[in-house]
């Protein structure tokens, strides 16, 4: 199937009412400013009635030839036949735009659903939305305007603070705390058992994990995800914390604030994460390790030891990002000197043949 598809009824919207919600000066191209934008879209598929936007100079030569009714910039752009939207920062004005135009989904309303079940000493606080078939356990609490979408189940002693949103078939478990204007996306996991076992009598035997889980406020985390409880006190994910889809995060792990952890990601055992961290897709850290502030780790690498802050790695086993890029160079390079090797070493045979005609 090609081509863009559109959902549901679009809303409209005129180029100066646009500007003035992004508090935008529209420079350039003369236009007329109560022509309808339905939409935005990239530079490349962008039709008459969308805006586009533009966020590097890399961009500058596709816009030109854009369909676009206008552009979104933070700098004019000089010689541009196209009206422009001018903005302190392109991407808090994307993210404005595309709230803007997002799908008007009906929602869940107020109060518990009649299929839902509600344990004993559970407390929802006003304006909180209970889906069909959730289970609430026993001794839950859960905040204002909290919505817990269809499916999901609630462990017992659980609080999960106000403004969060639980998407269908969550699972939080036992004495598992969450803080404000968190967001778990579909089928992830809250506090499962953590993956610690003791080999004893010719068995391995799993160590009881008897800690908690804590999603600091405003955690987001993805589709698929487990956060594994702790054995003694909590596994912690910090505020402002987002989380990717399928990602490991193991027992007893602490996460610092604002960290960025993108999809495949396997967090071992015990490891400690600082603040302002970004793990790159498929990373793997080795159990018992500590990551410092601002670390950045790129994609499918393999963390063995602790990192000190601000560093930046890639590659298996992880190396400082400029040792990587020499060792992947040298790697490259490989089946030249391959053929190379094969040439030299025919060369010494002719050589060593010749020499032992001589003789």
Known sequence: MTGAFDFGV??????????????????????NLESPIAGIRPIEVAGEGDVTFVTDARHLAAVAESRAAAVIVAKAIDGLDKPQLLVGDVNTALIQTLNLFAPKLKPLAEGVDPSARIGSDVHLAAGVSIGPFVVVSDDVQIGAGTVIAAGCRIGQNTKIGSNCRLDANVVVHHDC????????????????????????????????????????????????????????????????TKIDNLVQVAHNVVIGKCCLIAAQVGVAGSCRLGDGVVLAGQVGLA?????????????QAGVMSSVGPGERLAWTPALNIKEAARVVAHILRLPKLSQELKRLTAKVDRLEAAENDKG
């Open 287 to 299: 159990d018992n390790i500590e990551i410092g502030n601002g670390v950045m780790i790129g994609a």
């Open 177 to 240: 705390l969450l803080g404000d204007h968190v967001v778990i996306q579909a089928n992830s996991t809250i506090g499962s058992v953590g993956f610690g076992y003791a080999f004893i009598d010719g068995a391995h035997r799993l160590i009881p994990h008897n800690g908690g889980v804590i999603l600091e406020d405003f955690v987001e985390i993805g589709a698929n995800c487990c956060v594994d409880r702790a054995k003694f006190g909590n596994t912690i994910v910090g505020a402002g």
């Open 10 to 31: 679009q809303m409209t919207i005129t180029m100066i009412e646009l500007a003035k919600r992004l508090g935008a000066t529209v420079v350039g191209a003369p236009a």
